[in-house]
Antibody
Framework: EVQLVESGGGLVQPGGSLRLSCAAS????????MNWIRQAPGKGLEWVSS????????YYADLVKGRFTISRDNSRNTVYLQMNSLRPEDTAVYYC??????????????WGQGTLVTVSS | SYVVTQPPSVSVAPGQTARITCGAN??????VHWYHQKPGQAPVLVVY???ARPSGIPERFSGSNSGNTATLIITRVEAGDEADYYC???????????FGTGTKVTVL
């Protein structure tokens, strides 16, 4: 069974940094793309970033480009999202999601339960 | 940026067919994926690549995509289908995914 467990969320001040982690199990981690998608309170889904299984390809939403960095450690079955220069509008539940295949452009077939990031002074 | 729009809400009686649209410029030339999300839960992929279903998704869920509109079709609607539904498209110009604005499906 595919399991994705996010961690690292919390309260951070504007301009601060946070690193999210997503521990995966139940599948061959390096064979699948991984994604981060967020959802602000009461709002819709917003795709944030994706990384291919080999980590050769990464993609970012315009709103986070230059501030967020996605990475993965295939030996630890973990994907990360380093978030810098955080803004109040980055406040959201951040979901980790696995792609259907290795390519980073694949849709997200399995999701974690999310971790809440709150950016506020 | 690529803009994808959905109707805010759709209401349907049990046993009837729900059609949820997703509009964007020449969306018919792209692959569209659909997710549903129930309150307090993570989203679930229900249709991908316009009309394919992941394992475990009932045959009642299907899709179509042509011109400027993609459609998620739910036949024989059940109370358990009540959820928010989102379409998703890969924007090849910006190299990023775009979600639609979301549609709340209410089962009467």
């Amino acid at each position: 069974e595919v399991q994705l467990v996010e961690s690292g969320g919390g309260l951070v001040q504007p301009g601060g940094s946070l690193r999210l982690s997503c521990a995966a199990s139940g599948f061959t981690f390096s064979g699948f793309a991984m994604n981060w998608i967020r959802q602000a309170p009461g709002k819709g889904l917003e795709w944030v970033s994706s990384i291919s299984g080999s980590a050769a390809y990464t993609y970012y939403a315009d709103l986070v480009k230059g501030r967020f960095t996605i990475s993965r450690d295939n030996s630890r079955n973990t994907v990360y999202l380093q978030m810098n220069s955080l803004r109040p509008e980055d406040t959201a539940v951040y979901y980790c999601a696995r792609g259907l295949e290795e390519a980073a452009t694949n849709p997200q077939g399995s999701w974690g339960q999310g971790t809440l990031v709150t950016v506020s002074s | 940026s690529y803009v994808v729009t959905q109707p805010p809400s759709v209401s349907v009686a049990p046993g009837q067919t729900a059609r949820i649209t997703c509009g964007a410029n020449k969306i018919g030339s792209r692959s569209v994926h659909w997710y549903h999300q129930k309150p307090g839960q993570a989203p679930v992929l229900v249709v991908y690549d316009d009309r394919a279903r992941p394992s475990g998704i009932p045959e009642r869920f299907s899709g179509s995509n042509s011109g400027n509109t993609a459609t998620l079709i739910i036949t024989r609607v059940e109370a358990g289908d009540e959820a928010d539904y989102y379409c998703q498209v890969w924007d090849t110009t910006g190299d990023q995914y775009v979600f639609g604005t979301g549609t709340k499906v209410t089962v009467l």
